[in-house]
């Protein structure tokens, strides 16, 4: 099989799980370069305005001072008290990679269906992985959890007391309990951040996602000191480059955008479910960020919508279900109420 039959084959999968490709999306439909909205991804449509970062933040390697600076602001934004369970990294995927490769193989229960790089990397690393729906499922053998809260795709929040009884088990046994709270930002009531200093416990925060930033590469994990000291040996130096620095410590330290932002957010959300109900489709959850919805038609929708140029997230494995991302302006939101009910 040749790399061309490689990439027909496998991209479709791609897709289904992570949105944000036009590549694909391009090929399927046959639209190169006509201009797609893409409404597969959870990314906030408008990104937080930084300041551009100087010469010399590109030209030189971070300091210490800057890095700790960095952790200083994510720590007041998370409700972190200690700043040594802040651990900056290149995006909160490097680090769900990196998680696995810091224990001996085990047993791991993943709270299903979600993110699949968890179980991808977990697997990858020799773990036995295991999907499962509740705590009721998870085996007194089990060493490791991994929750998505709130969940993507569908938005489902597991409330941090029951994710505290979880990790006091796990505890017990030299467990981890790992939250990836990459949509945490626009539902703090569900972020568990505050209890990174306790045993057991590791968060992980995206920057991207609700800052708008995703091509900044700029995550966070949040866990005891020694755990993170771990993590951060493990990164290497210089993990994260001077212009995230700046740009992160810019962002997290906006008060008045992040409470524009949120509202902004919840108003488009409320937007967008209507249209969606208007067209037929079931909103079953989803944050201010990303509506999840389901129907008997949702194939026929991405169909649709696919070859009008608009690229909403599919899931090949569950067809019918969809996710879609917020439209970012009015001439937006009429190219997708066309193609949804013309």
Known sequence: MNMA??????????????GGNLDWAERRFGRPGAGWIDLSTGINPWAYPF????????????????????????????????????VPAPGSQSLIQLLPRLRAAGEVAIFSPTYGEHAAAWTAAGHSVREVGSEAEVKDTT?????????????RIITPDRLQAVRETLSRRNGWLVVDEAFADVVPEASVAGDCGKEGVIVLRSFGKFYGLAGLRLGFALAAPELSRRLATALGPWAVGGPAIGIGIQALSDDAWQRKTLMRL?????????LLERAGLTITGGTPLFRYATGAEAAGVFERLGHAG?????????????????????????????ALLD
């Open 310 to 338: 608009i690229l909403v997230r599919h899931f090949p494995e569950r067809p019918n279900w969809l996710r879609f991302g917020l439209p970012a302006d009015d001439a937006a939101f009429e190219r997708l109420a066309v």
């Open 51 to 86: 300041d551009p970062p100087s010469q010399e933040q590109w030209s030189r390697l971070p300091t210490e001072a800057e890095n700790r600076a960095l952790k200083t602001a994510a720590a007041v934004r998370y409700g972190v008290d200690d700043l040594e369970c802040v």
């Open 5 to 18: 039959d490689v990439q027909a084959t496998e991209m479709p999968q791609a897709a289904g799980f992570h």
């Open 143 to 155: 060493s490791v959890v991994v929750a998505t809260n709130p969940n993507n795709p569908d938005g």
């Open 266 to 274: 919840s108003e488009t959300s409320k937007r967008i479910d209507a």
